[in-house]
């Protein structure tokens, strides 16, 4: 069990998957942004939140993995409708993949709501869903001034761009795909898009760049500047961090990688025991995410993530240190 006690509460998806890879299928298998960013996160701070809905048809053995990982699923709200269902194909390059089906179900007409002992959390995550959803989690929130961190998805920016810029205004820390972070800042130049996010709202902004790591571009608020955050002249108030992904040889599943980058990161933030946070904590909490999402590609599902150890992580968070660190 992780020493931290600093609550994190984390809204999402809870989904059941189909997913095709170029060598292997996993039917039914457990998935949604709010379960893998859950796992991840349980190996840094206790509790962990969890709030979503799910369907009559939810496997129990699915919730008991929750449990059995300190992961509460009070904040799960339980329909006699089915689980969200999503499936996707990886092609030969596993970066990319294509959607096949998604069965909206019981998130067809969820609100979220928080229990009241969970709305306090000083850490908040907000995972893959409708920013309508994401919304209606920001104004439920009681903490004076949670640090929230969202995600979000290509579907959104095109169907719901303006509820998407709201929550923009909201949130601390977004992370967002290259290819997503390209078509909202309509530019093809990643660095580009990267100032364009912060200036549409949030103080850091992280790009994830699959199996080539993530970029993180933070308002640089420190006077004077620290002096390992760079700023680039043509960036002026930006500090910039290049994280590498924890290199794989083999890649079973991708799937609930960025979730789990995300869930670590809003983890290892939870586990410092601070209010604020500064570049160097937030570039650290990157470097976990990226170390937690290689576990995550390791096996469909949560099928190794959710069976690792914090020794696991320090260790391979060792091995990426060493691999990109020179004097
Ligand atoms: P990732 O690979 O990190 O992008 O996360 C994949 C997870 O997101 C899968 O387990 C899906 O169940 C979930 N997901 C896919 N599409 C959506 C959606 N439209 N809303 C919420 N969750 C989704």
Not at 94 to 108: F, G, K, P, S
Not at 228 to 249: I, K, M, N
Not at 253 to 258: H, K, L
Request: aromatic letters at 8%; charged letters at 20%; glycine letters at 8%.
């Amino acid at each position: 069990m992780p020493t931290s006690t600093t609550p994190v509460l984390i809204g999402g998806s809870i989904a059941i998957d189909n997913i095709k890879t170029p060598t292997a299928e996993g039917k039914n298998l457990l998935g949604g942004s709010a379960s893998f960013t859950g796992f991840a996160a349980s190996y840094f701070t206790s509790p962990v939140h969890l709030v979503g809905i799910i369907g009559k048809d939810f496997p129990q053995e699915h919730l008991d993995l929750f449990e059995k990982k300190g992961i509460s699923t009070d904040g799960l709200e339980r329909s006699e409708g089915d689980t969200f269902s999503w499936s996707g194909s990886y092609h030969e390059n596993m970066n990319d993949r294509d959607t096949l089906a998604v069965a909206i179900n019981v998130l067809e007409d969820w609100t979220p709501k928080i229990p009241a002992e969970m709305a306090s959390a000083p850490i908040v995550v907000l995972a893959n869903m409708h920013p309508l959803n994401q919304l209606q989690m920001i104004s439920q929130l009681t903490a004076e001034k949670p640090f929230i961190a969202a995600d979000t998805m290509d579907l959104w920016i095109t169907i719901a761009n303006d509820d998407l810029h709201k929550v923009l205004q909201k949130i601390d820390l977004l992370v967002i795909n290259e290819s997503e972070a390209r078509d909202f800042c309509k530019t093809s130049n990643l660095i580009k898009a990267g100032q364009r996010l912060l200036g549409k709202g949030p103080a850091n902004v992280v790009i994830k760049l699959g199996e080539f790591g993530a970029i993180l571009f933070s308002k640089d608020v420190s006077s004077p500047p620290h002096p390992l955050a760079p700023s680039l002249p043509q960036l002026p108030g930006v500090s910039l961090f290049r994280c590498a992904a924890f290199p794989l040889t083999e890649v079973a599943d991708p799937t609930g990688a960025g979730d789990s980058f995300l869930g670590a990161l809003a983890g290892h933030l939870a586990s410092t025991g601070k209010s604020e946070f500064s570049f160097d904590d937030i570039r650290q909490a990157i470097a976990y995410g990226s170390v937690v999402a290689s576990f995550t590609c390791e096996a469909f599902s949560a099928n190794r993530l959710a069976h690792i150890s914090r020794q696991d992580i320090d260790s391979r968070l060792t091995l990426l240190k060493n691999l990109t660190h020179w004097p």
